[in-house]
């Protein structure tokens, strides 16, 4: 059965430079173990599937998969879907586009060619045991007197962050992800003099191993809400991720009133059709 089919590099204008999402479009006859089984096929950090929504307020419903499970939100596939959606024909009935997703509603703004959405609330916040900081310390072999703070910033897939003092020692990392197994770990620096004011990677430890991802939403998301709180951050930043794996991602932060908004370009640089089997 055909399908439309996308793949968008998002939080760059440069194809290449960013986190690419695949998009599947109009995939309500998609069962989920077919939706899992694109996803391992696939092999991105995520694969999105853009259906009808089931509540009426929402412009459309978006189901988010990593080669292992669902996610019930990831902050690059709701731009990068967003982006396929709207690049498809799609009309918001409002202002904004509104995303229904595992996480609930989602809100998307529109500024010129670039997309925000609207930082979700976060399920868990707060300081980190003492043992789970030394945990960190390990896993990124730097002493404990390193890490200048942290904090929980889990929107939906679990995130732990920890602040260095300077992008110089973030970018030096070479992770242990034995040791950080259990974890899905944000690490922020500043960056003095350059063209964003912070530096940012995210480590993910796997059963096998582990990787870091290139440009990720749902992290700066919560990194915002911490930073920008915590008064360790502007209202208004960029920050840069994926120097570590030669990208040039770009995430645009702007806190207007309660809400804080991520924003990023995204970049079509496939599309066609996919032809997946009724069933699996």
């Not at 929107?155 to 110089?168: I, Q, S, T």
């Not at 992800?177 to 430890?205: K, T």
């Not at 915002?224 to 502007?234: E, M």
Request: negative net charge; aromatic residues 6%.
């Amino acid at each position: 059965m055909p399908f439309n089919f996308n793949q968008v590099d998002v939080f760059t204008t440069t194809p290449l430079l960013g986190n690419p999402l695949a998009v599947v479009h109009d995939a309500d006859a998609l069962s989920e173990a077919q939706m899992q089984a694109l996803a391992r096929w696939t092999n991105l950090s995520e694969t999105s599937f853009l259906l009808k929504p089931a509540d009426a307020r929402a412009d459309y419903r978006l189901r988010i998969f990593t080669p292992e499970r669902e996610l019930p939100f990831a902050g690059h596939p709701t731009l990068g879907s967003c982006h396929a959606w709207l690049a498809a024909g799609g009309k918001a009935q409002g202002e904004q586009v509104v995303q229904e997703c595992g996480a609930g509603l989602v809100r998307i703004r529109r500024d010129g060619t670039r997309l925000a959405f609207a930082a979700p609330p976060l399920r868990r916040t707060g300081a980190l045991a003492p043992e789970l900081l030394a945990q960190i310390a390990r896993g990124l072999r730097l002493p404990v007197s390193a890490i200048r703070a942290s904090q929980w910033v889990d929107n939906g897939p679990g995130w732990v962050a920890v602040m260095l003092g300077a992008r110089e020692a973030l970018l030096a990392i070479d992770p242990d992800y034995a040791v950080m197994q259990g974890l899905v770990l944000g690490v922020v620096a500043p960056w003095e003099d350059g063209d964003a004011q912070f530096e940012v990677r995210a480590l993910i430890p796997t059963p096998t191993g582990g990787y870091e991802d290139p440009v990720t939403g749902s992290l700066n998301a919560g990194l915002a809400q911490w930073l920008i709180g915590a008064r360790l951050a502007p209202t208004h930043y960029v920050a840069s991720q994926g120097t570590r794996l030669g990208r040039a991602g770009r995430v645009h932060v702007d806190q207007d009133g309660a809400d804080i908004w991520i924003g990023g370009d995204s970049i079509t640089c496939i599309s066609g059709t996919l032809s997946l089997p009724l069933s699996l």
